[in-house]
């Protein structure tokens, strides 16, 4: 069984989806927790560690867990001792995708606290791969107020907007799994990557592993 670690319950379906698309029969649980982003806005993420592995604990049964928050990803997966199995960030294969596509990256986000953690990524996976990555960061304003109300497509027009708005990059980075649906919106001709369905395919591949 694949435990999905959330901050949002916008993202249950969004992972039930592409389960039924790309691994039907995957058993999957959900973890439900927006506390953790909250806290990790106002005071930085170091400041949830130990509330991250409380939760990692709670993944009794799991063979693998899947973390689909970006702002805490990092520490999630500094901490598989919690959970006594492999857990991965969502965002990783996204950020391998970003490198191999070129030196130039720009991450679009709706939250601050997103933006240090996916640089941070992108700069480790670039450095894993022996390339060289500049990385622009844009957070798009108003764009989380609309998520949080509901408003799932409102936010989605929003960051498509402004990815189409990147010219001079080789891949736009969409921070969060929030903004999934801005990938099939942009119009723009640079590749434009989201981390739900990569990410997925490796907390499945993580199981079959084991």
Request: proline share 0%.
């Given at each position: 069984m694949l435990a999905l670690l959330h901050t949002s319950p916008l993202h249950v379906p969004v992972f039930e989806a592409l389960r039924d698309e790309d691994h039907p029969g995957l058993e999957m649980r959900h973890f439900v927790d927006e506390e953790l982003l909250a806290r990790a806005r106002r005071e930085g993420p170091e400041a949830v560690v130990d509330d991250v592995r409380d939760a990692l604990?709670?993944?009794?049964?799991?063979?693998?867990?899947?973390c689909t928050c970006s702002t805490i990803g990092g520490i999630a997966e500094e901490a598989p001792a919690e959970a006594g199995v492999p857990v991965l960030r969502v965002d990783r294969p996204m950020a391998a995708a970003a490198v191999a596509e070129g030196a130039r990256a720009v991450v679009l986000a709706t939250v601050e606290s997103t933006l240090g953690p996916t640089v941070s990524l992108i700069e480790e996976e670039a450095r894993r791969a022996g390339r060289p990555v500049a990385v622009r960061t844009r957070l798009v304003e108003g764009a989380?107020?609309?998520?949080?109300?509901?408003?799932v497509d409102g936010c989605a027009r929003l960051v498509a907007s402004a990815a189409d708005e990147v010219t001079d990059a080789d891949a736009i980075v969409l921070a969060q799994v929030s903004l999934a649906r801005a990938q099939r919106l942009a119009t723009t001709t640079v590749p434009v990557l989201s981390s739900p369905r990569p990410g997925l395919a490796a907390g499945a591949q993580a199981l079959y592993q084991r």
């Open positions: 604990r709670k993944a009794d049964g799991a063979r693998a867990v899947l989380w107020e609309r998520f949080e109300a509901g408003d």
